[in-house]
């Protein structure tokens, strides 16, 4: 019976080849189909900065990705997603990524920065103009870390770094086995925005005496600036010059509330908005009222133009000039008035003004006292910083942190650059008494220079903290505050509270000649998929054509085969 069986077997699959593969070949696809692909993690990623200023490109060109994960360990990194902490970060390795055409790179940020070494922060911060500085093809990704995104660079690390000290068979081997991570972007590639509108506030105190007044300006920017735009908090800067502002402009709002205190200067305040590219709001509030008006503030009786620039730290302000105030002018008092306040009120704040002339030569400015400076406006910029190429100024690491003895320990300050509301306190209560000593000439009618008009009382420490507090609250990069920005409307509104003929002003890149260009998918969500590598399918490939070859040539020497077969497992006879 059995060989009868055989033969019919044999003679069905010999003269129906095609049935071979009706028969076996679902049942290898259903053996080895794959299951449907799950995301190993869903997160949501940052990337770097994408615009244009003055016909100069800067950042990453692209957002599209979808390609395998790599640590910088690994010795290919050509269209591959690069992987890299920031703990590990080092600009040879970024730079080795790019020259090697990586698809992609990833840069996990800790959770709490601020917790950081001050070597590792302060080095970062450095090299963040050094990645704007050109732009590349390459797309720069920031995400904060979590445990399922360290589980991924873990296993991300552990396969690359292996490669390099296995035999060609083993890491042949351990490529076909081990699992990869593919990193797919869910966002389109980014296109220019258009018709962005760059918003800036105007509010002002009239002084009493006279029609034509001398006028002080009391400005600031807004807006902050980092490698990624949705990782700009910029607390220090420059939320302090913001929160410092709003406090001068309360405290001379009750003084001119007043008839015996109301002063007989103007007080025009300006929260500009764009101060990060090139102080463009404050360029294009200059052009309105110098150029296409025929009655302003600014064309009357400018004193002088305070702009206040990073304020929330240290024990050091440095009046920044561009042109040295020549004596008997308002603006030689203001600078002996904030010497004199310095020393008679704060001994332990060092007081200096540095002279830096304007280079028109150069792309950007280095303070906003310069936009000034450049329509022949008397100006300077007040701030801490000695010089305007310090890497905090533009720094994702700028962010908001309490004092240093509440979150790490006494005398040990956060890691980069951040907020002390005490210091923000009394340098704000220092430039209130200076501005105050001008407005009322306190110093030629014989007043000593400790006299305080500002009570310790009268500067709320509670506001000046809640205004950082609110800003550093969510990102304000201009790409990010539009018009209908909660952002915009709260400084309006306080602005409203205090000061009269509270205005907006709007720029708009020119269409056909823009000044700046900014673009989207600024933020995205990104999947990584657990997969095989694509040797894994090669492998597979020959498994599957092996196993198929075998049955085969099984099916057609079916005959054959069942003769030995049954020959081996035939018991043998016992002969006598």
């Known amino acids: 019976m059995f060989e009868e069986a055989s033969e019919v077997f044999d003679n069905m699959f010999k003269s129906s080849f095609p049935l071979t593969f009706i028969v076996f070949i679902p049942a290898v696809l259903i053996l080895v189909s794959p299951l449907p692909a799950e995301a190993a993690h869903e997160f949501t990623v940052y990337r770097m900065q994408q615009y244009d200023l003055q016909g100069q490109t800067y950042g990453t060109r692209n957002a599209i990705l979808n390609t395998e994960a790599r640590t910088v360990e690994a010795e290919v990194l050509s269209r591959r997603c690069v992987i890299m902490r920031l703990a590990e970060f080092s600009y040879e390795e970024y730079q080795k990524a790019l020259r090697q055409s990586a698809g992609a790179v990833v840069i996990i940020l800790p959770k709490n920065m601020s ?20 732009e590349t093809i390459v797309p720069v990704y920031f995400a904060m870390e979590d445990d399922e995104l360290l589980s ?55 002084g009493v005496g006279g029609e034509d007044l001398p006028t002080i300006v009391v400005v600031t920017h807004y807006d902050s600036f980092g490698v990624a735009p949705w990782l700009s908090y910029g607390a220090d800067s420059n939320g302090s010059g913001v929160s410092m502002l709003l406090e001068l402009a309360r405290l001379f709002s009750k003084l001119y509330t007043y008839k015996r205190t109301h ?78 306040v310095a020393a008679s009120q704060y001994p332990e704040v060092k007081f ?34 000695p010089s305007h190429r310090l890497a905090q100024r533009f720094s994702i690491m700028d962010s908001r942190s309490v004092s240093p003895s509440s979150r790490h320990g006494a005398g040990e300050p956060p890691a980069g650059p951040y907020v002390d509301v005490e210091k923000l306190s009394r340098n704000t209560k220092l430039v209130a008494e200076a501005l105050a000593r001008v407005i009322y000439n306190l110093t030629e009618k014989g007043a000593p220079g400790d006299l305080q008009i500002f009570t310790e009382q009268m500067v709320q420490d509670e506001q000046l903290s809640a205004v950082v507090d609110w800003l550093t609250a969510q990102p304000r990069a201009a790409q990010l505050v539009d018009k209908d920005s909660s952002v915009v409307s709260t400084l309006e509104y306080h602005l409203g509270h205090y000061l009269k003929d509270v205005k907006r002003h709007y720029v708009k890149a020119d269409k056909r000649d823009p000044e ?15 997969v095989k590598p694509a040797i894994f399918d090669l492998l597979l490939a020959v498994c599957i054509a092996a196993y198929l070859g075998v049955m085969y040539l099984a099916i057609q020497n079916f005959g054959v085969l069942y003769s030995v077969v049954r020959r081996i497992t035939q018991p043998k006879t016992k002969t006598h």
């Open 516 to 530: 700046f260009v900014f673009y989207d998918q600024l933020k995205q969500t990104m999947n990584a998929y657990r």
């Open 352 to 385: 200096s003004m540095v002279h830096k002339k304007i280079n028109l030569a150069d792309d950007m400015l280095a303070w906003e006292h310069e936009r000034f400076g450049i329509r022949r406006l008397p100006a300077f910029t007040l701030s801490h910083l």
């Open 263 to 340: 002063a007989g200067y103007n007080l025009l305040f300006f929260v500009s908005g764009g101060g990060k590219f090139n102080y463009q709001g404050t360029k294009r509030w200059l052009e309105d009222n110098l150029d296409h008006t025929d009655s302003s503030l600014l064309q009357d009786n400018v004193a002088f133009v305070l702009c206040l620039d990073t304020l929330g730290n240290g024990d050091t302000l440095h009046l920044h000039v561009s042109k040295p105030p020549k004596e008997g002018s308002p603006q030689f008092s203001l600078l002996k008035e904030l010497e004199l």
């Open 115 to 134: 917790a950081m070494p001050q070597d590792i922060v302060q080095h970062f911060m450095e090299l963040e103009p050094e990645m704007l500085a050109t």
């Open 152 to 206: 991924i660079y873990t296993q991300t690390l552990t396969s690359s770094s292996s490669q390099g000290s296995l035999s060609a068979a083993e890491v042949l081997l351990h490529t076909a086995t081990a699992n990869g991570f593919q990193m797919v972007t869910s966002g389109a590639q980014s296109k220019a925005v258009s018709d962005w509108a760059i918003t800036s506030l105007e509010g002002r105190l009239a």
